[in-house]
């Protein structure tokens, strides 16, 4: 006859708790031996009894597979979260990004378009931005024009003093023109001597003098 299945459930008598134990847990290291050998597994093994002592087993370095034991808890509780500089930049990217959309919607609105989202008080504020953009490019115009006109009239004034230099430069040309025939002249009539001639060199000093300034 087969044995009889013992049921799953604490046993009372004492001496027969402490005999079922030792049994169960040297068959329990028997296996755990076997497992690690057959499988090529890291098995390690710890019992405390009812007394308090302690009994284990380990098929590396218990304090190695207890290492990795909690390496592996604090993963599966808490998943890699994503740096903090990446969590910032992707939280600047959707900020600019709903700001190019808010810019980009603002100026069809500016163009005349995509209109039919706006309220009455929403027409009234884009009427005010378009007549102040309005006001503002009349008012730069106006300016360009002004100094294109005030540049104009710069030009006009330096052309006008060119062209009365050109004169007075040819009235100058003349008038040493006119002293060269002259000096000429008197050099043909007057004698001769010491005096006249260091009048005519003084005569002739003074035209050179106003030639070189021409």
């Not at 989202?117 to 884009?126: I, K, N, P, S, W």
């Not at 040493?176 to 005519?200: F, G, Q, R, Y």
Request: charged share 30%; proline share 1%; with cysteine.
């Amino acid at each position: 006859m087969g044995r009889e299945k013992i049921k799953i459930k604490k046993i009372d008598n004492v001496m027969a708790r402490r005999v079922t134990f030792s049994k169960r847990r040297r068959g329990l290291i028997k296996k755990a031996q076997e497992l690690s050998v057959l499988c090529d597994a890291d098995v390690s093994l710890i019992i405390f009894s009812a007394t308090g002592k302690l009994y284990e087993f380990s098929s590396s370095s218990m304090e190695d597979t207890l290492t990795r034991y909690v390496l592996h808890s604090n993963i599966v509780e808490k998943p890699v979260q994503p740096c903090l500089s990446l969590q910032k930049d992707s939280s600047n990217l959707e900020m600019l990004r709903k700001e190019v959309n808010d810019k980009a919607y603002k100026l069809r609105q500016m163009k005349g378009e995509d209109l039919e989202r706006l309220d009455v008080e929403g027409l009234r504020q884009l009427e005010k931005k378009l007549e102040a953009g309005l006001s503002l490019v009349i008012k730069t115009e106006s300016f360009l024009s002004f100094q294109e006109e005030r540049a104009s009239t710069k030009i006009n004034e330096l052309q006008g003093k060119e062209a009365q230099l050109i004169k007075e430069n040819k009235q100058l040309k003349q008038k040493v023109s006119s002293v060269d025939i002259a000096l000429s002249e008197n050099s043909c009539m007057i004698p001769k001597t010491n005096n006249s001639c260091m009048i005519l060199e003084k005569n002739l000093c003074f035209a050179w003098r106003i030639k070189a300034c021409e």
